[in-house]
């Protein structure tokens, strides 16, 4: 069963989406995540993707109070990512009501520290972010390729115990373009151990049937859902299958 993993992304409290990671290509959708969140969770959503940009900026988290006011106010399962630099970060993320956290660029630069929070948390807690531009990954809000594949990337976490992925195609992101249904299938065939959620560039409801069909664990859909090119109600079928 794949879930239905709507994003919210937050600079300055509000509910926003960048286009490929780019702060100057920033579109303001509501002043008010809660709302949205709440929004979601009245169609049978039961998963949130909530990522602090103002965090990841900062190096550490800045949207807390929204994420502990989602998390006291809706019944959402949430997964908070953006700025989780430090054992201290995750902890206050954990604190404030988030079931996951995503562990982006610091899961390329210091494996080791990542590696211990999946000891400590447990693997079902900590997701790891596969960011990637063509075959490799991406880190620094996207504006640097590293050496990194992402096969041997996911291989590796995979090796340590990791299970969730959120991969992220950074060229799609935002753009409304369909996602990368090779990666994904190819992941599957190569990595079928890795849980793989699928994100970026999922634009219409036949996308997320793609995505269902290949099995991805997850499909995170965010600016289709707030310029309307997939319906909060055409989503209904995918969480109420199972």
């Given at each position: 069963?794949m ?6 992304d937050l600079?300055g409290g509000q509910c ?7 702060f100057?290509q ?16 009245g169609?049978?959503i039961?998963?949130l993707h909530?990522?602090?940009l103002?965090g ?11 994420l ?10 949430i997964?908070?990512?953006g700025g ?6 995750v902890?206050?993320?954990f604190?404030?009501g988030?079931?996951q956290?995503?562990?982006?660029s610091?899961?390329?630069r210091?494996p080791?520290?990542?590696k211990?929070?999946?000891?400590q ?5 900590i997701?790891i972010?596969?960011?990637f ?21 996911i291989?590796d976490?995979v090796?340590t115990?990791?299970k969730l992925?959120i991969?992220?195609?950074?060229s799609k992101d ?14 599957k065939?190569?990595?079928?151990k890795?849980?793989v959620i699928a994100?970026g ?16 664990t997850?499909?995170?859909?965010g600016k ?5 090119t997939?319906?909060l109600k055409?989503?209904e079928?995918f969480?109420?299958?199972?």
């Amino acid at each position: 069963m794949m879930e239905i993993i709507p994003a919210i992304d937050l600079i300055g409290g509000q509910c926003v989406r960048l286009t490929e990671g780019d702060f100057a290509q920033q579109t303001t959708y509501d002043s008010n995540p809660l709302e949205v969140a709440k929004r979601f969770e009245g169609h049978g959503i039961r998963r949130l993707h909530l990522v602090d940009l103002d965090g990841a900026r900062a190096k550490k988290p800045v949207n807390l109070a929204v994420l502990e006011k989602i998390a006291a106010n809706t019944s959402l399962s949430i997964d908070f990512g953006g700025g989780l630099q430090s054992e201290e970060a995750v902890r206050q993320a954990f604190e404030a009501g988030a079931a996951q956290i995503t562990a982006g660029s610091i899961a390329v630069r210091e494996p080791e520290t990542v590696k211990q929070w999946l000891q400590q948390y447990g693997p079902e807690k900590i997701i790891i972010g596969a960011d990637f531009k063509g075959t490799n990954i991406a880190i620094s809000a996207w504006t640097e390729e590293s050496a990194f594949t992402l096969d041997d990337f996911i291989s590796d976490y995979v090796q340590t115990g990791a299970k969730l992925f959120i991969c992220t195609d950074v060229s799609k992101d935002g753009k409304l373009q369909g996602p990368s249904l090779d990666t994904y299938r190819h992941l599957k065939t190569t990595l079928p151990k890795a849980g793989v959620i699928a994100s970026g560039g999922v634009t219409t409801i036949r996308d997320v049937e793609e995505l269902q069909e290949i099995g991805v664990t997850g499909a995170i859909i965010g600016k289709a859902i707030y310029e309307g090119t997939i319906q909060l109600k055409d989503l209904e079928r995918f969480i109420y299958a199972d």
